[in-house]
């Protein structure tokens, strides 16, 4: 027979085998109680070895192995605590928590000393002795707590004066904006953020973001639509963690594309685009969609709606069937289709379609630009060979922007003038809006995770961080941003003034059994 690496003896068909060798032994003494009320809990480590002596053998075999066939250094451990865990309370009753967990101290050496007088009393008892070295450590749950609770008081401190210290210079700057603005009414809000200095500008944006969202002027909160399958999903802006409602559109044209907003004639619309056409749908009363149809079959779907006029009807734009017209008044049937062969560009169909004037609208294929008057297709000269993954309207231009990360404005009144504005360093995968007092900044989402938020008019480049990388789509409202992820199962929110986190991730896929199209405010 030969002993494990944890037995000290073995008792086995009328032989005694002892390891000569000492043995490692760990007793740990709970429940102690320090002078200051503190619950201590200590672990005593020592070495044991038997004695060689044939009657301190004898002995150590009557007193450990009589009920057992094997002495492991835990039954020795057990069989030592019986008399070191009074002996402990005693000395930890005598010194406050912090001096045992002291590196160094009086108790500490105190309670050593008891500990080892009193195992060298039980070792003599059952032929064993103990050996160096000796060693203590202590842990107390109650004054870690407590510890832990001063920490937090002193950052909540540091924090409310950082706060206070923050909204002092917060409305320093406010004050120093609005003087800039009525000295220069000419200027817009992103020209007289460029007049600030550079260290002050992110706090100014967060600042102005955050009254134009909750100040007394502040507009009503948009309602955050998604479209997953046959869903369209409204989220409420005012409470995101709530369970977004969920309305089904009739399966007749398919799966749900995309959504946007839209004013017809003054009054507010969503625009849904599906796989065979769009409903038309009044915000108010949205369980009376309105259907406009694309009688033609097709994988793919409406990417965009619009309302173009009163005369011209909507228009959409669809990856197979191409761009799609219909009169206001006759859902049943297209009025004009114009397919992508017309279109001459390679690679994917029509795509982010907007109003250029009253006349016309605009909208890409693959990197070219066109614009189109409901009777005559014109190509705009458009520069470099990268698809376009935006058009995002201001009041007299429009924003081109590029994956590979070129942004061009283009003049609503001369559009064959295109100029180049940036050239961002990531690939961007999709653009959006972020309105801001009477001005409108840019938001990109591109490959390495984080959407850049950037100005125009100025230099100020603000960024919306979360864990996901290559978000498929992003819209803003003067209170929140939102995200689709990678997967397209979840949407991430910030609140406007806040992009170092996220506020919530709403796992819409688990509702909706279906991935996420497309997601709008309005």
Same mark, same amino acid.
């Given at each position: 027979?030969?002993?494990?690496?944890?037995?000290?003896? $073995?008792?086995?068909?009328?032989?005694?085998?002892?390891?000569?060798?000492?043995?490692?032994?760990?007793?740990?003494?709970?429940?102690?109680?320090?002078?200051?009320?503190?619950?201590?809990?200590?672990?005593?480590?020592?070495? /044991?070895?038997?004695?060689? @002596?044939?009657?301190?053998?004898?002995?150590?075999?009557?007193?450990?192995?009589?009920?057992?066939?094997?002495?492991?250094?835990?039954? /020795?451990?057990?069989?030592?605590?019986?008399?070191?865990?009074?002996?402990?309370?005693?000395?930890?009753?005598?010194?406050?928590?912090?001096?045992?967990?002291?590196?160094?101290?009086?108790?500490?050496?105190?309670?050593?000393?008891?500990?080892?007088?009193? &195992?060298?009393?039980?070792?003599?008892?059952?032929?064993?002795?103990?050996?160096?070295?000796?060693?203590?450590?202590?842990?107390?749950?109650?004054?870690?707590?407590?510890?832990?609770?001063?920490?937090?008081?002193?950052?909540?401190?540091?924090?409310?004066?950082?706060?206070?210290?923050?909204?002092?210079?917060?409305? %320093?700057?406010?004050? $120093?904006?609005?003087?800039?603005? $009525?000295?220069?009414?000419?200027?817009?809000?992103?020209?007289?953020?460029?007049?600030?200095?550079?260290?002050?500008?992110?706090?100014?944006?967060?600042?102005?973001?955050?009254?134009?969202?909750?100040?007394?002027?502040?507009?009503?909160?948009?309602?955050?639509?998604?479209?997953?399958?046959?869903?369209?999903?409204?989220? @409420?802006?005012?409470?995101?963690?709530?369970?977004?409602?969920?309305?089904?559109?009739?399966?007749?044209?398919?799966?749900?594309?995309?959504?946007?907003?839209?004013?017809? @004639?003054?009054?507010?619309?969503?625009?849904?685009?599906?796989?065979?056409?769009?409903?038309?749908?009044?915000?108010?009363?949205?369980?009376?969609?309105?259907?406009?149809?694309?009688?033609?079959?097709?994988?793919?779907?409406?990417?965009?709606?619009?309302?173009?006029?009163?005369?011209?009807?909507?228009?959409?734009?669809?990856?197979?069937?191409?761009?799609?017209?219909?009169?206001?008044?006759?859902?049943?049937?297209?009025?004009?289709?114009?397919?992508?062969?017309?279109?001459?560009?390679?690679?994917?169909?029509?795509?982010?379609?907007?109003?250029?004037?009253?006349?016309?609208?605009?909208?890409?294929?693959?990197?070219?630009?066109?614009?189109?008057?409901?009777?005559?297709?014109?190509?705009?000269?458009?520069?470099?060979?990268?698809?376009?993954?935006?058009? /995002?309207?201001?009041?007299?231009?429009?924003?081109?922007?590029?994956?590979?990360?070129?942004?061009?404005?283009?003049?609503?009144?001369?559009?064959?003038?295109?100029?180049?504005?940036?050239?961002?360093?990531?690939? /961007?995968?999709?653009?959006?809006?972020?309105?801001?007092?009477?001005?409108?900044?840019?938001?990109?989402?591109? %490959?390495?995770?984080?959407?850049?938020?950037?100005?125009?008019?100025?230099?100020?480049?603000?960024?919306?961080?979360?864990?996901?990388?290559?978000?498929?789509?992003?819209?803003?409202?003067?209170?929140?941003?939102?995200? &689709?992820?990678?997967?397209?199962?979840?949407?991430?929110?910030?609140?406007?003034? @806040?992009?170092?986190?996220?506020? &919530?991730?709403?796992?819409?896929?688990?509702?909706?059994?279906?991935?996420?199209?497309?997601?709008?405010?309005?």
């Amino acid at each position: 027979m030969s002993l494990q690496p944890n037995e000290l003896a $073995r008792r086995e068909q009328g032989a005694l085998e002892i390891r000569d060798e000492a043995l490692r032994i760990r007793m740990t003494l709970e429940g102690l109680s320090s002078a200051d009320g503190h619950e201590l809990s200590c672990t005593f480590l020592a070495s /044991v070895r038997a004695v060689q @002596d044939s009657v301190e053998r004898r002995m150590l075999a009557e007193v450990l192995l009589a009920e057992r066939p094997v002495l492991t250094a835990d039954d /020795v451990a057990a069989h030592f605590l019986q008399t070191l865990q009074p002996a402990a309370a005693d000395v930890a009753q005598q010194f406050p928590v912090e001096d045992f967990l002291a590196a160094k101290g009086q108790a500490r050496s105190a309670l050593l000393d008891k500990l080892k007088s009193a &195992a060298t009393s039980v070792a003599f008892a059952c032929g064993l002795e103990v050996l160096a070295p000796f060693s203590l450590e202590f842990a107390s749950g109650s004054f870690q707590k407590q510890r832990l609770r001063s920490m937090q008081q002193s950052l909540i401190e540091q924090q409310r004066a950082g706060e206070i210290q923050h909204l002092e210079r917060a409305a %320093e700057l406010l004050k $120093r904006f609005e003087a800039i603005r $009525r000295s220069t009414p000419e200027l817009s809000a992103g020209r007289v953020l460029d007049q600030i200095s550079p260290a002050d500008r992110g706090t100014m944006l967060r600042t102005l973001l955050l009254a134009s969202s909750r100040g007394p002027e502040a507009a009503p909160r948009q309602s955050l639509w998604a479209v997953a399958g046959p869903y369209l999903a409204k989220i @409420d802006s005012a409470d995101p963690m709530r369970k977004p409602e969920l309305l089904t559109l009739p399966s007749d044209l398919g799966p749900l594309r995309s959504v946007q907003l839209a004013d017809i @004639d003054g009054s507010p619309a969503l625009l849904v685009g599906a796989q065979r056409g769009f409903f038309l749908i009044h915000p108010d009363d949205p369980a009376k969609p309105s259907p406009f149809v694309l009688p033609s079959e097709s994988a793919l779907g409406f990417n965009r709606i619009l309302y173009w006029s009163a005369t011209k009807g909507f228009c959409g734009t669809h990856g197979e069937a191409g761009l799609v017209r219909w009169d206001s008044q006759n859902g049943a049937a297209p009025a004009t289709v114009i397919p992508p062969s017309a279109l001459g560009a390679p690679g994917p169909g029509p795509r982010h379609l907007q109003r250029l004037d009253d006349q016309r609208v605009i909208f890409s294929a693959g990197p070219k630009l066109f614009a189109w008057d409901a009777q005559t297709l014109e190509t705009i000269p458009s520069g470099p060979n990268a698809d376009i993954v935006g058009i /995002v309207p201001e009041a007299d231009s429009l924003i081109v922007v590029r994956d590979d990360g070129t942004i061009h404005r283009l003049d609503r009144r001369l559009p064959h003038e295109m100029q180049t504005l940036q050239q961002r360093p990531s690939r /961007v995968l999709a653009t959006g809006a972020l309105p801001w007092m009477d001005d409108q900044r840019l938001l990109l989402a591109s %490959e390495d995770g984080a959407i850049s938020c950037i100005g125009l008019e100025d230099q100020l480049v603000t960024e919306y961080l979360s864990s996901h990388r290559g978000l498929r789509a992003v819209a803003g409202s003067a209170s929140l941003v939102a995200a &689709a992820s990678p997967d397209r199962q979840r949407i991430i929110l910030w609140n406007a003034w @806040d992009g170092q986190r996220p506020l &919530a991730e709403i796992y819409l896929a688990a509702l909706t059994r279906h991935r996420i199209a497309d997601i709008a405010f309005g």
